[in-house]
């Protein structure tokens, strides 16, 4: 497969900036946590770091969690946001909700997310479950020969703008890791990803891109 065969977009994983519960550590996943003035800040900084990694045709699709920390992040970043997917949640940790790691160890010693147990919440496979639907829709837009689209969309970068377990799930499965893969990729408040090709084969295109601070 040459280049000129394969996709034209990429896909742009965009977390949200600061809560008061993520510089805490406390896990949030269904919970609506506002940003703080140093995530707004951040998100609007946001703009210079896509600039860095966008290609210059315009985005296919911006398509954002429903939490309010992401439809924020999106809109002080100077996104549109084209449609809002509840697939796009953030991990849902059950009864580590609002928990930080030390406090949920105190009834589960040596708990991680990657590795569970999370009862009252999803699974690993459920996770991967839903970041795998996610990144097939997201590759259908994309554009190119390879992509299988039937959509009347020219193709262009999808940026998908969410959380930081479920980003860190959905990189992993770009290149075939299973969801625990995602322990190895850092992702910051109001950093940015990208999954791109190389060929046609997932690659990682940039990691955990932040963004230019803001007075």
Known sequence: MTPETGPRGRIL????????????????????????????????????A????????PLALVRCSPRTRARDTAELAGLVVDDVDERLAEWDYGDGEGRTTPQIRETLPGWTVWDGPWPGGETADDVCARADAVLADAR???GGSDTGSASDRPGGDVVLVGHGHFSRVLTARWIGLPASGGVHFKMDPAGVTVLGFERG???LDHVNQRPTEHE
Do not use: F, Q
């Open 13 to 48: 994983l965009l977390r949200h900036g600061e809560t008061e519960w993520s510089r805490t550590g406390r896990h949030t996943g269904r919970t609506d946590v506002p940003l703080t003035d140093a995530g707004r800040a951040a998100a609007r900084g946001i703009r210079d």
């Open 50 to 57: 896509l600039a860095l990694v966008r290609n210059d045709s």
């Open 201 to 203: 084969v997932p690659r």
């Open 140 to 142: 259908s837009l994309l």
